[in-house]
Structures are given as C-alpha cells and as structure tokens.
C-alpha cells in the first residue's frame, strides 16, 4: 500500500491556486453563464480547499518557529490529573485501574514526524520559513499555537521538535506500565524537578505511599511535597542529616527476614573485596546475631561499639542466660576452676576472669549454642590480626554510627530527651504516609551515598515480605535522584522483583557512565536499566546517553524524493537540436526513529516518552504555580 508523500518545505502552490478559483467565482458571477451557480459553488469550494491546505501549511510553519509554555495552577492539574486518574471521589481509588497521571501535552510521534524531523536537519536554518509577514493579524494569531511564545535568541534547544505537530493532546503515564518501572533521564536544567513536583503532586492527592530519596536535596521538590501533603491532609515526614532538628528518627536496620539481611547492608557499604570484605561481614554478622539472641534489635551504633570495643559485654550476659538455664540458681558456683593459667609471658584474651570462667563452663558443658560460640571465637582471636581485619569496617561504621547521624539513625526509643518520631519502612507504609530524604550528598557525597544505599536495601527486604506475605500489596511510589548514587545489588532486586510487591520505581539519572562507575562493569549497568520498561528523556548532552536512549526508541523508514534532470545532443545532428529528460524517484532508508541528535537538542520542559515499551510520545510538561 503506498503512501503520499508531502514536502512540508516546498512553496506554497495551494496559495495561487485558491486566488485562481476565488477569481473565477467572481468572474462567474459576474458573467452568469448557463448553470453559473453549479459552476460558482464548484470553484468556491475548490478555492475553499485549496485556502484550507495553504493555512494548514501556514500553521504548520508558524508551529516550528513558535516555543510553547503553559503555567498552570495546583487546583487545575489536579482537575485534569483526577479525570485521567478515574478517581472515584468518596473512596478516591482507581476505578478500574487503566488510568493514568497527567504528563502535560504533547503528541504521538509516528514515522511521519521522524521523517519531517531528518528533513529539517538537513537543511539550512534559511530554508525553514515561517509563515509570510503579509498575513493578516487576526489570521496568523489564529494558526499560532496555544501558550504560544516569542523565540529568544540565547534560548536553550530549537522549538522545531516539538513543532512539528501543530496540534496537541493530553498525555499520561499509564498506571498499568508502572510496575515495569521508569527510567528519567536529563541534564542540569532540562526540567526535572518540574516533572517530579508534577507526578509527585498527583501522587499525593491520589493517597498514594510515597518515598522520595533525593541525594542533592532540591528544595523546590521538598517544598512543593511538603505544601501538597498539607493540602490533602497527608503526613509527611522528613530526614535530612544536614537539619537534625527537622528530621524524623530512622532505623534501616529495622526490618528483615534473617539476620544475615542486616549484617549486608552495612558490609556491602564497605570499600573492600575477597578476605577483607568476607570478614567484614562475618564479624557483623556474628555481633547482631548475638543481639538477637540477648533480645536486642541489633542498629548501626551498637554494632559499631562492639565491633570496635570488643564483644565481652554482650558475650557475658549471653554466658548468664545459657548457664543459668542449665544450671539454675548455682550457675556461678566455682567459675575459677574454669579459668586457664596462662604461660609466662602470655595474658588471656578475656578481659576478665569471671569472664573466663563463664566461657570454660559453658564449652566443659557442651551446650550447643552458635551464638556464644562465634563470640568466644572473636575473643580468642588474634587482636593484632582482628585490628588488621577491620580496619575497612570501621571506617563506615564510625560515619553512620557517630554524634547526631548516629542518633538519627540508631534511634534509642527509651531516650526521653529525644522527642523526634522514630520510623522505618514498614511503618511509613502502614501509615500511608510521604517520606522526603535527602541525603546531602553535595556536602558529604560517600555519606551521602552510603545512606541512601542502605535505606534502599531496607526497602527491598520489606518488598521482599510484601510479596510473600500480602495478597494485594499498596501501591508504593519511589522516587530516586541521581540514582547512581544510591544504587546497589538491593536497588536491582527491587527494579527485578518490586513491581510484585507494589512498588512502582522512577530512575534518575544524567549519564549512563554514572551507573558504569558505580558497578564498575557495563554487564551491571545493563543489568539495571534493562529492568525499565518506561522511559522519559528530557534534553541530554551525554552522546552515549542520547545514543543509547535514540537506540531503545527503536527505527523506522523515511523517504527521500531524488529529482535528475539529463540534457545532450547527437553528434550527427544539429547544435539546435538536443533531448533531455526528469526522473523522479521515491526511495526509503532506515533512520531512529528519534535521533540522538535530537535528544541533546530539546528545550527545557520538553520530553519524549517511550511507555511499556510501545508507544514514543513528544510532550512537554507544564509549570505548576
């Protein structure tokens, strides 16, 4: 089936035809021939038609040169959000789950705006008219697009992209192609933050669980939360370790399904592989799991006190609850016998010698207990070699554990001076509540990092309870920042496995190399970014990013139009005669669909949006005031 095919830079032959049939009803009229008004009302309207086409091509050109912006009240987004949500308005819930939130305007982009798109590239800025200054003010402020705007000369992108369709529609993000994740993509200034106060404004209203882990701490973003939540009676909750006083209390270390989960979530923080790492974590895990067997829940800052001054304490009152239900009442009864004499010149490894003699009864017991047995071991082993050993623990454990980051996050409910609210994961989803973090990484980037990353890991091990243990599981939005500085091996298993449990992910993010950095292989960063199934691409300037952006929108066939024109002469005839011939050709080649090129071209507030992996949209987001 074959195509038309419209050069929408071509001279405006429509124009002289629609005066030629215009000329010719009023010569009709005038000459009243046989049958003139059939004739009259026949040329009209071709003169009607051919005006139509010229207009349109008119508004077309008025579109590429016109740069639209649209400031849009709160109380009008959400009008429009709650229609396209379906919200129902006493039980404010999906009606039947196939809405979406409100992404601005814009259009679908289809092969014909791909093909238009390569065409203007290839021409010079000359080339690409407007429409005619000669038109008359009412008719060319009527093909001028809405919220249009006068171009400036130091603006940032070329409004061509998003001109080349005149008309426009509202776009959402489809509900339904939420768990499969969304990738955000953008540089400094492109508009992201405007796009995260508008989805997270909808959210809000929508009575949605919402986390937010900002790593620079946009304090537009935490503002424009913070005033939505009032507006729709929401809590909302803040951590910021640059403002402790205005912070919750929070404990990442609250919710897992083993005691091996918590021992990870710091050792994977440490800067260390192979020996120095594997005993990182043995010695953690180790210290919390005997924690636990004393009836504590284990947090960062008294892990780091028995890491670093040793695990006596915890070893004794473990030893008094073994012996004394064996034995009872009588259980330190004859402790000395148990204490071993060192050789001279040798001191025992316990700091004392009730100590000593608890751990001798015990082993001469032979009461299996695990716990007690891996701290008997961590006092018997070498100090010098422990010391050695650690050395790549300490460090993260004395950033997070230490003054008030440790307060904050190894919350003492029993401290009575402290009157901050103490939360975790699971009661932020159970409270349906909105949770701002940022993380200050601009003051601190390896803190920073490091809160963000174990806080991630909290997350996916109460996804991982959600999936197992709830039929329909709340909807839980997340937002992250400048994801790459956050991401771990948990941040992944909630991109593989989190939609199940509800959780609906946005990934943000300038440049791929950030994430390359972070894994330290391109396979990891795959590994990451393939588990996104929705994508929206402000303006980038990182041409690996754009590529691989351009790439995953997939191709499509443009069609070129070759005009050759020959002219010659018979050697045997006369120079007055000559023969000459005009081809003209259609042909198609493969291009991107969107051009990388145009990735880094786009103006702020701009986007494209390629959704559950079929459909490539261009839009542009509005300013929320």
Not at 366 to 376: G, Q, V
Request: charge should be neutral.
């Amino acid at each position: 089936m074959s195509r038309t095919y419209h050069d929408m830079f071509r001279p405006v032959y429509e124009l002289p035809s629609c005066l030629t049939w215009a000329a010719s009803s009023v010569l009709l009229t005038a000459l009243h021939p046989p049958m003139w008004p059939v004739a009259a009302a026949a040329v009209v309207g071709a003169s009607a038609l051919r005006g139509r086409q010229a207009i349109d091509l008119y508004r077309f050109r008025a579109s590429l040169s016109a740069l639209r912006v649209e400031t849009i009240t709160v109380g009008d987004a959400l009008a429009i959000s709650k229609r396209h949500l379906k919200l129902d308005g006493a039980k404010r819930k999906e009606t039947d789950g196939k809405g979406g939130f409100w992404l601005g305007r814009g259009f679908r982009w289809t092969q014909q705006h791909a093909e238009i798109s390569r065409q203007i590239m290839f021409r010079s800025p000359e080339e690409i008219q407007g429409p005619p200054s000669w038109l008359p003010a009412p008719i060319l402020k009527s093909i001028q697009p809405k919220n249009f705007v006068p171009l400036k000369a130091d603006s940032v992108g070329v409004s061509w992209i998003h001109g080349i369709s005149p008309d426009e529609e509202e776009l959402t993000l489809p509900i339904e192609a939420l768990p499969g994740h969304t990738l955000v993509v953008g540089t400094t200034r492109a508009g992201k933050t405007r796009l995260y106060e508008l989805l997270t404004t909808q959210i809000v209203h929508a009575k949605k669980i919402l986390i937010i882990i900002d790593p620079k701490g946009d304090k537009d973003w935490e503002q424009r939360v913070r005033k939505e939540c009032e507006r729709a009676g929401r809590k909302f909750l803040y951590f910021h370790p640059a403002h402790p006083s205005k912070s919750i209390r929070m404990n990442p270390l609250a919710n897992w399904n083993t005691i091996a989960e918590a021992a990870t979530r710091i050792g994977q923080l440490v800067d260390a592989e192979g020996t120095f790492g594997a005993f990182a974590w043995k010695t953690l895990f180790r210290v919390m799991r005997a924690q636990v067997a004393d009836g504590m829940r284990p947090n960062i800052r008294t892990a780091k006190e028995y890491v670093q001054n040793g695990v006596e304490p915890l070893l004794e009152s473990l030893l008094k609850k073994a012996l004394y239900q064996r034995l009872g009442g009588a259980w330190d009864q004859d402790l000395d016998t148990f204490v071993e004499k060192q050789p001279r010149g040798k001191t025992s490894p316990f700091k004392s010698e009730r100590l000593e003699g608890m751990a001798g009864k015990f082993l001469s017991l032979k009461i299996r207990d695990e716990a007690i047995e891996a701290l008997i071991a961590m006092v018997n082993h070498s100090k010098e070699h422990y010391s050695k050993m650690i050395q790549v623990l300490e460090p993260i454990l004395e950033m997070l554990g230490s003054d008030e980051l440790g307060a904050m996050l190894s919350p003492d409910p029993l401290d009575l001076n402290d009157t901050r609210p103490i939360y975790d994961t699971q009661k932020i989803i159970e409270e349906n509540a909105v949770l701002y973090v940022g993380l200050d990484s601009l003051s601190n980037k390896i803190i920073g990092s490091a809160i963000g990353s174990i806080l991630l890991a909290d997350i996916a091990s109460v996804a991982g309870a959600i999936y197992n243990f709830n039929d329909k599981p709340e909807d839980i939005y997340l937002f992250i920042d400048e994801a790459a500085e956050v991401m771990n091996e948990q941040a992944i298993q909630i991109l593989n496995k989190g939609g199940g449990a509800g959780i609906k992910a946005f990934i943000a993010t300038q440049t791929i190399a950030d994430f390359d950095v972070v894994f330290g292989s391109n396979a990891k960063t795959g590994q990451a970014l393939g588990n996104l199934n929705n994508v929206l691409c402000l303006r980038v300037k990182d041409p690996a990013m754009a590529e691989w952006i351009a790439t995953s929108f997939g191709k499509t066939a443009a069609r070129d139009v070759r005009v050759t024109h020959t002219t010659g002469s018979g050697s045997s005839k006369s120079f007055t005669e000559f023969s000459g011939s005009t081809a003209r050709a259609l042909s198609e080649v493969e291009i991107p669909f969107v051009s990388a090129d145009l990735l880094t071209r786009l103006p702020g507030l701009q986007y494209f949006a390629f959704l559950a992996g079929s459909t490539l949209y261009k839009g542009r987001l509005p300013l929320l005031q």
